[in-house]
């Protein structure tokens, strides 16, 4: 079987699986890291929304054959490390606006909150309607307008 190499939160991890599972898959059922969820396995839903070098992207859709050995997976496990506290500001910001209800979908959302407000920073300007208006991540629940106050408190701390 052949052996897939990453960063995972900080820590290089080797894995032995084929080449087409999706890294979903891999991060759940052989790494045991089950912040990122499934929900459509698509990459529509983005309940698994992690970031891959930073960025937002969807395990659900991305085969561990595509993944390099440089490649740093940040989920919501490894989030509060790279602010180097025990919850990133984000995460503070979703439990004083209380976001979330079921909760399913809030790893997800959180993920993608941070990388769009660190695309809107590079870009020059803080986080608006504009950036909120791309991030797809569906709540079940429909609690984006407190996602969306959660959003700005949280960016306002990091």
Not at 128 to 135: K, L, N, T, Y
């Amino acid at each position: 079987m052949p052996q897939h190499t990453f960063i995972l939160n900080g820590k290089p991890v080797s894995v032995d699986v084929e080449d087409d599972v999706r890294l979903l898959w891999v991060l759940r059922d052989v790494l045991g890291v089950t912040g990122p969820k499934y929900g459509c396995g698509l990459g529509v839903c983005q309940a698994c929304t992690s970031h891959i070098n930073g960025k937002a992207f969807n395990p659900c859709s991305v085969p561990v054959k595509d993944v390099r050995p440089t490649d740093e997976v940040t989920t919501i496990e490894g989030l509060p490390a790279t602010v180097g506290k025990d919850l990133h500001p984000m995460q503070e910001a979703w439990l004083e606006y209380d976001v979330a209800q079921c909760g399913y979908c809030q790893p997800g959302q959180i993920m993608a909150a941070v990388a769009k407000v660190r695309q809107a920073r590079a870009a020059g300007h803080e986080i608006g309607d504009a950036d909120f208006d791309e991030i797809r991540n569906i709540c079940r629940c429909g609690t984006y307008h407190r996602i969306r106050e959660a959003i700005r408190a949280g960016a306002k701390n990091f």
